[in-house]
């Protein structure tokens, strides 16, 4: 199966990636078909250096079978080859891992607040239905004493 995916390059902690287009059996930074473009992502956003893609070779390949790895995906999407693919809905995945288990407790901290805050206010409803029922009881209560005074 073909990829167009990413080839690491440069010197230590200075990655640079090439373009290529490879079979997907083939290692990462081995052997592959063509190379499409670069990728350096040391580079600002806004500056050209930052990427440069063949668009009628990628165009080909793809037309050809080639799928885009999700990161070269992403990359295609910038330039506007292809559609921006979706993102993927796992909303951890984009906290830092020290940060994750801060986030985990805060939540589960806000459901036992937010069941313990159901149950007291359950319980202060009873309550309040209790207080309401009382006054209404003594009130049938005196009006039944003021019937068996008005019969005698």
């Not at 990359?75 to 995945?93: C, D, H, Q, R, T």
């Amino acid at each position: 199966m073909l990829k167009i995916r990413l080839s690491m390059g440069g010197a230590k902690k200075r990655p640079v990636y090439k373009i290529v287009v490879a079979d997907s059996r083939f290692p990462r930074d081995g052997r592959f078909i063509e190379k499409l473009g670069f990728f350096n992502p040391l580079v600002p956003k806004n500056k050209k250096d930052r990427m440069k893609i063949e668009v009628e070779r990628v165009k080909y390949w793809m037309s050809q079978g080639a799928k885009p790895t999700t990161r070269v995906a992403r990359i295609l999407g910038e330039a506007e080859v292809i559609p921006m693919p979706i993102p993927s809905k796992n909303p951890l995945k984009a906290i830092p891992k020290k940060d994750r288990k801060k986030t985990k407790k805060v939540s589960t901290e806000d459901t036992k607040k937010v069941s313990t805050e159901d149950t007291k206010t359950a319980d202060t409803l009873k309550v309040e239905e209790k207080k309401d029922q009382k006054p209404a009881e003594k009130k049938e209560a005196a009006s039944k004493v003021e019937e068996k005074k008005d019969k005698k």
